[in-house]
C-alpha cells in the first residue's frame, strides 16, 4: 500500500530539548516536504527536497532542521524547541515533472513544546 | 504576504445542492492549482488539480474553474453528499527556479443532510 508514514503521531516536550519527527514514503517520490498547519494560517511549508541531497527552505523555516540521505526518509529536526513550535505537523512526498502532481500525506505530527 | 487565498473561513450547503468553494491567489508564475480534502484526525487527500494552461478539469462530482485574468479559481462539488463536510485547501504550485507548494487557509464544508 503506497503511504507516507509519520512518527509518532504524538508527542509532547519541553523547550530546548531536542527531537526528530521521522518521515518514511515508500512510493520511490523524488519529492518531500513539510508542513505545519494552525489554525487561521492553513498549511506552510517548512522545507521541502527534490532529492537525495538536495532540501530547500519553504516559508517558515526557522528553528527547523531536515536532511535528505536516502530517497524514502525525510526526517523533521528541532534542535531546541519553543513553544510557538506547537502545531500540527504534516509530512508529505510526490512525483517531480508530472502533469497532475498531487502530493501524499501523512497522518500528522501533534506537537505540544511546553 | 498570503499568496494563495481563501476568503471563506465555512460554508454550509444543503445535501444535493451545489458546493463553490473560491480561492484567489496573487502570483501569476504559478503553473498548477490543485484541491486538498482534510477530515479530522487524518493528513490532506488530494482531490483533483488544473494546469495553469487549462481554464477547467472535471473529474465525476468535482469540476475546478480556473480564471487568470482574475486570478481566481473554485471547485465545484454536485451533487454535495453528508461525505464532502470536511475542510478544503486550495494549493497552487511553482515549478520555476524552485518547487514550492502554497497553500490556502482552507474552507470547512458542512453539507446538511
Known amino acids: 500500500e503506497a503511504q507516507v508514514t509519520q512518527n509518532p503521531r504524538y508527542l509532547i516536550t519541553v523547550t530546548g530539548k531536542k527531537l526528530t519527527v521521522t518521515c518514511s514514503q515508500n512510493m520511490n517520490h523524488e519529492y518531500m516536504s513539510w508542513y505545519r498547519q494552525d489554525p487561521g494560517l492553513g498549511l506552510r511549508q517548512i522545507y521541502y527536497?527534490?532529492?537525495?541531497?538536495?532540501?530547500d527552505k519553504g516559508d517558515v523555516p526557522e528553528g527547523y532542521k531536515v536532511s535528505r540521505k536516502e530517497k524514502r526518509n525525510f526526517p523533521l529536526i528541532l534542535e531546541s524547541p519553543s513553544p510557538n513550535q506547537t502545531s500540527l505537523y504534516f509530512c508529505a512526498s510526490s512525483y517531480l515533472g508530472q502533469v497532475d502532481t498531487e502530493a501524499f500525506f501523512g497522518q500528522g505530527t501533534r506537537l505540544t513544546v511546553v | 504576504d498570503q499568496q494563495v487565498k481563501q476568503n471563506s473561513p465555512s460554508l454550509s450547503v444543503q445535501e444535493g445542492r451545489i458546493s463553490i468553494l473560491n480561492c484567489d491567489y496573487t502570483n501569476s508564475m504559478f503553473d498548477y492549482f490543485l484541491w486538498y480534502k482534510k477530515y479530522p484526525a487524518e493528513g490532506p487527500t488530494f482531490l483533483i488539480s488544473?494546469?495553469?494552461?487549462?481554464d477547467k478539469n472535471e473529474d465525476g462530482r468535482f469540476t475546478v474553474f480556473l480564471n487568470k485574468s482574475a486570478k481566481h479559481l473554485s471547485l465545484h462539488i454536485v451533487p454535495s453528499q453528508p461525505g464532502d463536510s470536511a475542510v478544503y485547501f486550495c494549493?497552487?504550485?511553482?515549478?520555476?527556479?524552485?518547487?514550492?507548494?502554497?497553500f490556502g487557509t482552507g474552507t470547512r464544508l458542512k453539507v446538511l443532510a
Open positions: 494549493a497552487a504550485l511553482l515549478t520555476s527556479g524552485t518547487y514550492k507548494y502554497i
Open positions: 488544473i494546469s495553469s494552461i487549462k
Open positions: 527536497s527534490m532529492n537525495v541531497e538536495v532540501t
